[in-house]
């Protein structure tokens, strides 16, 4: 079974009362990307995986983990 | 920070790119037969040049649209914006299958000559058609994909 990176994105960004708008203009990229982070269609690289968790205040641990 | 209006205005760029990188795969391998009825010796000389000329000026700017981050006449802040990562990463992917498909088609062509013997110009238009027009309907899809639900 292959492993991919789950992400607690949308719960975080609800708690925060964001929408997918509110956070791409703060991590500079467009809404589809910020989509695609959170269903799981897209894979962000390191650097926009620590951006999106600066940007949502949590540690980069607590926002992806690995999933078998 | 980044301004709301390039935000915006990149989301709606975006979003028309999606939707008119397939229609624009279509009209493309459907100029195919356009084509080969311009290489027809009957035809006029002219109207050949004119037909084979638009193909390959259309070819040009598809390529050109694909490779680069195209909208050329936008602010270079919302050009930066429509080529972000997962758009990146969606041309990589579609440069892939147009190569794929390039090269399976240049083997296709190699194995045809024997029985049905074709100019070199003839085997250049296949393999562009094919590469151009499958990484286009590919980076097509994966845009429509990323804007699903958005």
């Not at chain 1, 079974?1 to 990229?29: C, F, H, I, S, Y």
């Not at chain 2, 990562?85 to 240049?106: Q, S």
Request: hydrophobic share 50%; aromatic share 8%; with cysteine.
């Amino acid at each position: 079974m292959p492993e991919r990176l789950a992400n607690g994105l949308k719960v975080r960004r609800t708690e925060l009362g964001l929408t997918q708008a509110d956070l791409a203009e703060r991590v500079g990229v467009t809404r589809k990307t910020v989509n695609t982070v959170e269903n799981g269609v897209f894979t962000p690289s390191a650097l926009l995986a620590i951006k999106l968790s600066n940007a949502l205040s949590v540690p980069v641990e607590q926002l992806f983990w690995v999933e078998d | 920070m980044i301004e709301p209006s390039y935000l915006k205005r990149a989301d709606e760029l975006s979003r028309r790119r999606a939707r008119m990188l397939p229609v624009l795969a279509i009209i493309y391998l459907s100029q195919q037969a356009t084509f080969f009825s311009a290489l027809d010796p009957a035809g006029h000389e002219s109207a050949r040049t004119v037909k084979i000329g638009a193909w390959l000026l259309l070819s040009a700017i598809l390529l050109a649209a694909l490779t680069t981050k195209a909208f050329w006449f936008e602010k270079r802040e919302v050009r930066d914006l429509i080529d972000d990562e997962n758009t990146r990463a969606n041309r990589l992917d579609a440069n892939r299958y147009g190569f794929i498909a390039a090269m399976l088609m240049t083997m296709a062509t190699y194995l045809l000559v024997p029985f049905e013997p074709i100019t070199a110009t003839e085997a250049a238009h296949l393999i562009l058609s094919c590469g151009l027009g499958a990484a286009l309907l590919r980076f097509g899809f994966l845009e429509h994909r990323a804007h699903r639900d958005a």
